[in-house]
C-alpha cells in the first residue's frame, strides 16, 4: 500500500464550480501536511499547509482528519488557472524529507 | 522563502555516460534534498544531502549511481552515472524552510533524456 494515496483524476470541472480532493496516508506517525500544485512541466510549489483545525486561504480550504489519517482539499469558484496537478504531501516524525502522493489532476473548462 | 536554481534546465544524454545536475541556494540551509519525478509519476526521494557528511539514501538509490557532493551550506551536486533510459526524469532539489511548518521548496528541475 502507498503511503500517501490520492484519486489520480482527472477532475474535469466548469469555471466557478466546486470541486474537493482527498487523500489518505498510512503512517501514523506524519505531523506536517501540506497541499502543493504543480503545473505542467514545473516544479511543485506550495500551495498550503495543512492543520488539524482546517485551513483556509480565500478559496481554497484544507482540512486534516488525523484519526481516519485523511486530508482533504476543498476549491471554490474555479478558474481556469487552477488547472493543475495537486499533491498531497506529508512529513512523518523523524523524517526530513516529504512524501508524495501520486496527485490528483484538475482540468477547468471554461 | 529560498531560491533555487539548477544547472543545466534540461540535457538529452547518450546511455553509459554520466551527468552532474547543479543545485544553487540563495540562503544557507542544513539539508538539501533530491527529488525524481519519472513521466506521469510523482516524486520520489532520491536521497539527502548534509554538509559535512555523506549522503542518505532512500532504499533503491546507491551512492555509486548517484554520487551526491555537498561541499558547502549553499550548493549541492547530483552526478546520474553510467545512464539509461530508465534514468529518463526530472530531477529537482529542495530546501526545507527556516519558518516552523518546515515546509520544502523546490528548484525548477532538471529535465533529462537519456537515449
Known amino acids: 500500500r502507498k503511503e500517501v494515496e490520492q484519486d489520480p483524476g482527472p477532475f474535469n470541472v466548469p469555471e466557478g464550480a466546486t470541486v474537493a480532493f482527498n487523500c489518505t496516508y498510512s503512517n501514523s506517525a506524519s505531523q506536517s501536511f501540506f497541499w502543493y500544485r504543480q503545473d505542467c512541466r514545473k516544479e511543485p510549489k506550495l500551495l498550503m499547509s495543512v492543520y488539524s483545525s482546517g485551513n483556509e486561504d480565500g478559496r481554497f480550504t484544507a482540512q486534516l482528519n488525523r484519526a481516519s489519517q485523511y486530508i482533504s482539499l476543498l476549491i471554490r469558484d474555479s478558474k481556469l488557472s487552477d488547472s493543475a496537478t495537486y499533491l498531497c504531501?506529508?512529513?512523518?516524525?523523524?523524517?526530513?524529507?516529504?512524501?508524495f502522493g501520486s496527485g490528483t489532476r484538475l482540468q477547468v473548462q471554461p | 522563502s529560498a531560491v533555487i536554481s539548477q544547472k543545466p534546465s534540461r540535457d538529452i544524454c547518450q546511455r553509459g555516460t554520466s551527468l552532474t545536475i547543479q543545485c544553487q541556494v540563495d540562503?544557507?540551509?542544513?539539508?538539501m534534498f533530491w527529488y525524481r519525478q519519472q513521466p506521469g509519476q510523482s516524486l520520489t526521494l532520491i536521497a539527502t544531502a548534509n554538509q559535512g557528511s555523506e549522503a542518505t539514501y532512500e532504499s533503491g538509490f546507491v551512492i555509486d549511481k548517484f554520487p551526491i557532493s555537498r561541499p558547502n551550506l549553499t550548493f549541492s551536486t547530483l552526478t546520474v552515472s553510467n545512464m539509461s533510459p530508465e534514468d529518463s526524469s526530472i530531477y529537482l532539489c529542495?530546501?526545507?524552510?527556516?519558518?516552523?511548518?518546515?515546509?520544502?521548496?523546490f528548484g525548477p528541475g532538471t529535465r533529462l533524456t537519456v537515449t
Open positions: 540562503s544557507q540551509v542544513t539539508m
Open positions: 504531501v506529508v512529513k512523518s516524525t523523524g523524517r526530513r524529507a516529504l512524501t
Open positions: 529542495s530546501v526545507e524552510s527556516t519558518s516552523g511548518i518546515l515546509e520544502q521548496y
